[in-house]
């Protein structure tokens, strides 16, 4: 089984844009209707939290790269902003997280999804939204 990209999760944001395809996909739930907003709602959270993850990995690396060649000593004006930008950066994945979380919570209430024991919504939404692509 393959991971949720965010061009996977581009490809499903602009194809759930339209509400025919949205049904089609939510058909084998009770009222896909009434499960378009919450599915739109969880692959915007999905796109938020990987393209936060993105950015931490690209800071990180920039990051690293910088203190390789620093000298020892005091961190220069540079590496003290990456640290504080990689902070920041790291917040804004976890916010990221925790709304990706709560939109896989109503998502997998509000369908009726069956989440197996020992995982949690987002991993079973997720492992759903995969199967999709």
């Not at 965010?6 to 049904?23: I, N």
């Not at 109503?106 to 009726?112: D, E, P």
């Not at 999804?113 to 919504?121: E, H, I, R």
Request: proline share 4%.
């Amino acid at each position: 089984m393959g991971k949720l990209t965010l061009a996977g999760v581009d490809k499903l944001r602009t194809r759930f844009a339209d509400d025919a395809a949205c049904d089609t996909a939510l058909a084998a739930f009770a009222d896909p209707a009434a499960l378009r907003a919450p599915l739109r709602e969880l692959l915007e959270a999905e796109h938020r939290f990987l393209q936060a993850e993105f950015e931490v990995a690209q800071v990180a690396d920039i990051l690293r790269r910088d203190q390789k060649y620093a000298p020892a000593g005091r961190p220069s004006v540079h590496i003290v902003q990456l640290r504080k930008q990689q902070a920041a950066t790291k917040q804004a994945a976890l916010i990221a997280r925790n709304v990706v979380a709560q939109a896989a919570q109503t998502f997998a209430r509000a369908s009726g999804m069956t989440v197996k024991a020992k995982q949690s919504p987002s991993e079973a939404c997720a492992a759903w939204l995969v199967a999709l692509r």
